[in-house]
């Protein structure tokens, strides 16, 4: 078994660490297996149909299809009104793996380069060790999603009645970060991740001959223009306080180095982290292109299309994580000063939905998420099983 990071002291640590650690490696093999055969969002079949199989054989009441491919495992005990949702995503992305592992992914241009598989198998097991002794009084809820990479499946599970069919007096959820100690976890009260909206903005002209460039509206020249434009939006128009993100991830136009195109498309992504910050990206961005385009005597059409918004955590129930964090593993693997990601993720809709609060795992040094040579670290299966075992504990005491 690959080296596991302990978590503190004491009679209910030692009980649930012991039972998870017993059966650690199963799941290692698990996370390894769906590692091996990730799939795209909306198409988790054969995940969901693992998934599915392991929580009826340990006796959940479980759902299937809820969005598709999602399932909801439910486990009651006593005679407890309160109930608890915690949630793991289990889609890959569209990424070509550069590993080289012996259980590298078997489908060409298709990786779990962002720890679902992990998140997975993480859920999983702390589900075995609430089945076979879990000490709660009421309610778990076990939601694994689908389609959080393209941030349409929270949305849907949620439209399909997940809460109403499933209730649930607080949802939590974890993600593994790169670049933090491995097993340590941060807690961010407020705002702990962005909204994300994209704008694609196709900037009209009059083509020519490139040596001719005075007969011409050259829109490559507009777009130019447009790019540096767009970055005194967040310079100028936010309040320094404030944090906000435009990016012009991509540009395209033209086929020739003699030929001056019609037309260039333009593709941005924006974050932010409050609702007043991402309305006035909004209405900044698309004037801003209309009046730079104008001005060079060429038109400007903006498609602003919302995304998904900020990860927003809920006080009392952040303070519980943290808390539940510091008595598991210690006040030196609880990281005292985490800073909210600019990163975005569409357990936002559930936060909006219901209380609770979204945390982060240290998966150690190595390549950054959503890389081509990222890989999910095994040390971090076990504790992570032991604290969602702990809070189910805690929340339903």
């Known amino acids: 078994m690959d080296a596991q990071v302990s978590t503190a002291p004491g009679r209910d640590n030692a009980r649930i660490e012991g039972r998870i650690l017993g059966f650690a490696d199963e799941f290692i093999a698990l996370r390894r297996d769906l590692h091996q055969h990730p799939e795209l969002s909306f198409q988790e079949h054969r995940t969901a149909g693992i998934v599915a199989g392991h929580l009826e054989g340990w006796g959940y009441e479980v759902t299937r299809g809820v969005a598709g491919t999602g399932v909801v495992a439910s486990l009651r005990r006593g005679q407890g009104s309160k109930s608890l949702g915690i949630r793991a995503d289990m889609d890959a992305l569209p990424i070509q793996e550069t590993t080289g592992l012996s259980y590298a992914s078997v489908h060409p241009g298709v990786m779990h380069a962002c720890g679902h598989d992990g998140h997975t198998a993480i859920l999983l097991a702390a589900a075995r060790c609430l089945a076979e002794g879990g000490e709660f009084d009421g309610t778990v809820h ?167 918004p900020a990860v927003v955590n809920h006080a009392e129930e952040t303070q519980l994580a943290r808390q539940l964090a510091q008595d598991t593993f210690g006040e030196a693997l609880v990281e005292r000063d985490f800073q909210p990601r600019a990163a975005s993720e569409d357990f936002a809709n559930m936060l909006q939905a219901k209380r609770g609060s979204y945390l982060f795992f240290g998966n150690g040094a190595g390549p950054s998420l959503h890389n081509p040579g990222y890989d999910f670290n095994d040390a971090i299966l076990a504790p992570a099983a032991s604290y969602w075992t702990r809070l189910a504990e805690r929340f339903l005491a």
């Open 142 to 308: 076990l939601i694994f999603q689908p389609a959080e990479e393209i941030g349409a499946g929270a949305a849907k599970m949620i439209a399909e009645g997940l809460f109403e069919r499933f209730p649930c007096d607080a949802v939590y959820g974890l993600h593994n970060w790169p670049n933090v100690g491995v097993g340590h976890i941060g807690c961010v009260t407020g705002p702990a991740m962005a909204s994300v909206d994209q704008a694609r903005i196709t900037v009209r002209g009059k083509g020519g001959h490139g040596a001719a460039p005075h007969e011409t509206v050259d829109p490559v020249v507009v777009s130019a223009h447009l790019i540096t434009a767009l970055q005194t939006i967040v310079s100028r128009n936010l309040n320094p306080l404030d944090a906000g993100v435009v990016t012009v991830g991509s540009i395209h136009g033209g086929s020739a180095s003699n030929v001056i195109p019609d037309s260039v498309e333009l593709k941005i992504t924006v974050r932010s982290f409050r609702p007043e910050v991402r309305a006035l990206l909004k209405e900044r961005i698309p004037a801003l292109a209309r009046a730079q385009a104008e001005s060079f005597g060429a038109v400007a059409e903006v498609d602003y299309q919302w995304g998904f």
